[in-house]
Nanobody, 118 residues
């Protein structure tokens, strides 16, 4: 069973930075597109960013230019560097792994809370 464990969530002031980590286990990391999603209170889960095994990245418009997604294949870990944080970035952030060979195989982490105070 694939396991994704997020860490790095915290309370931070607006304008600050945080780095989230997601360690994947029981996985052939190179077969997966890794991503981050978030869910704010009372809202649906929304897309944040993804990165392919080849390093191609994509971002939601709301975070473009502020967030950076990157992966370390040696550590089976994907990161989300979040800069210039805004109160509207407050959410539970979830790590996601999608198998490029079988797109129906999608896995989620348990989530990590990010709270941005104004």
């Amino acid at each position: 069973q694939v396991q994704l464990v997020e860490s790095g969530g915290a309370l931070v002031q607006a304008g600050g930075s945080l780095r989230l980590s997601c360690a994947a286990s029981r996985i052939t990391f190179s077969n997966y597109v890794m991503g981050w999603y978030r869910q704010a209170p009372g809202k649906q889960r929304e897309y944040v960013a993804t990165i392919s095994s080849g390093g191609f990245t994509n971002y939601a418009d709301s975070v473009k230019g502020r967030f950076i997604i990157f992966r370390d294949s040696a550590k089976n870990t994907v990161y989300l560097q979040m800069n210039s944080l805004k109160p509207e970035d407050t959410a539970v952030y979830y790590c996601n792994a999608r198998d490029v060979r079988s797109p129906a195989n999608v896995y989620w982490g348990q989530g990590t809370q990010v709270t941005v105070s104004s």
